[in-house]
C-alpha cells in the first residue's frame, strides 16, 4: 500500500477509480501511482473489477423482483423481532439463490463470451494507462531481463509465454512486469518505437472459452486488438490508428506462437 509519508491514502485511490476526485487531487494521485508500481497494479484490478461487476449485473434492474424480496415481507420481518442479521442473510440468499426470475448472481458472475474481450480489453488499457506513461521505469524488468521476465510471467500464469521480436514493426523491447487483475496474474510486455510511442502486449489466461477471433477496441486515443487462443488471452495497446494497432497484433501472434 501507500508508504506512511505520502498524503495519498487507500479511500483516494478508490475515488480514483471511481471518477470521484477533483482535478488537483487527480493529478497527485496519478503521480503516486507512476511512482508507486504496486499501487498502480492494485488500482489497475480495482477498475477492471469494477467494470466487472457492473457487467454482471447490468441487467438486474430490467428482471421482475422475486416475491422473497418484496418489500412488505421484509418489513414483516423486521416487525417480527426476528434478528436483523437472519433477515440480512435472507435477503442475501434470495440474491444468491433466486429462481426462475434470472437472480441467480453466481451464474451471473462467470462473464459471457461476448464480455471476455471486454474485460482483456479494460485490464490491458489500465496497465497500458499507468505504467506507460512512466518515463522513469516504466517496466520492472529491463530488456536485458527478457529471459528472466519470460520465465517468471510463464511460472506465475502457467504458461508458455516470451515478449515476440517486433524490430520488424519498427518497436524497441524496453522490459516487462508482472500485473495484477481480478482473474489473477498477468503479464505485460513493452515496446517504443522511434517516434516515442509505447505499446504493450498483455496476456492471461481466460476460464471462459479456449480461443476467439481478434477483435478492435478504443478508448479515446487509446485503441486495442484483443483475441484469445488455447485459453490465453492477448491484447495490443497501443496510441496509434487501428489498422496500424491491427497490423502489430497479427505480427505478435505469429511471434507469440514461435516463441512458446
Known amino acids: 500500500m501507500s508508504d506512511p509519508g505520502t498524503s495519498v491514502t487507500e479511500g483516494d485511490l478508490h475515488a480514483f477509480v471511481d471518477g470521484q476526485l477533483d482535478p488537483d487531487r487527480f493529478r497527485m494521485v496519478e503521480q503516486h501511482?507512476?511512482?508507486n508500481p504496486d499501487d498502480a497494479a492494485m488500482v489497475a484490478a480495482y477498475a477492471a473489477q469494477r467494470k466487472d461487476l457492473r457487467a454482471a449485473l447490468a441487467d438486474?434492474?430490467?428482471e421482475p423482483v422475486p416475491a422473497r424480496l418484496n418489500p412488505y415481507a421484509i418489513q414483516h420481518a423486521i416487525a417480527s423481532r426476528r434478528p436483523m442479521w437472519r433477515v440480512a442473510a435472507a435477503v442475501l440468499l434470495a440474491f444468491g439463490l433466486g429462481g426462475g426470475g434470472g437472480w441467480a448472481l453466481h451464474d451471473r458472475m462467470a462473464p459471457p463470451l461476448a464480455t471476455t474481450i471486454t474485460l482483456l480489453t479494460e485490464e490491458a488499457f489500465a496497465n497500458h494507462?499507468?505504467?506507460t506513461a512512466d518515463r522513469r521505469r516504466p517496466t520492472e524488468l529491463g530488456a536485458e531481463q527478457r529471459e528472466d521476465l519470460a520465465k517468471w510471467v510463464?511460472?506465475?500464469?502457467?504458461h508458455p509465454v516470451a515478449p515476440p521480436d517486433l524490430s520488424v514493426a519498427g518497436y524497441t523491447y524496453l522490459g516487462g512486469r508482472l500485473a495484477a487483475t481480478p482473474h489473477g496474474p498477468a503479464g505485460m510486455f513493452m515496446y517504443q518505437n522511434e517516434q516515442g510511442v509505447r505499446?504493450?502486449?498483455f496476456v492471461r489466461?481466460?476460464?471462459?472459452?479456449?480461443?476467439?477471433?481478434?477483435?478492435?477496441?478504443?478508448?479515446?486515443?487509446?485503441?486495442?486488438?484483443?483475441w484469445a487462443e488455447n485459453g490465453m488471452g492477448y491484447t495490443v495497446v497501443a496510441p496509434l490508428p487501428a489498422a496500424d494497432v491491427r497490423r502489430v497484433a497479427d505480427g505478435v501472434r505469429k511471434g507469440l506462437a514461435g516463441a512458446t
Open 33 to 35: 501511482l507512476r511512482d
Open 60 to 62: 438486474l434492474d430490467r
Open 129 to 131: 494507462a499507468v505504467f
Open 154 to 158: 510463464s511460472n506465475r500464469i502457467n
Open 199 to 201: 505499446l504493450t502486449i
Open 205 to 226: 489466461p481466460v476460464e471462459t472459452v479456449a480461443s476467439l477471433p481478434q477483435e478492435m477496441v478504443a478508448a479515446g486515443a487509446l485503441k486495442g486488438c484483443a
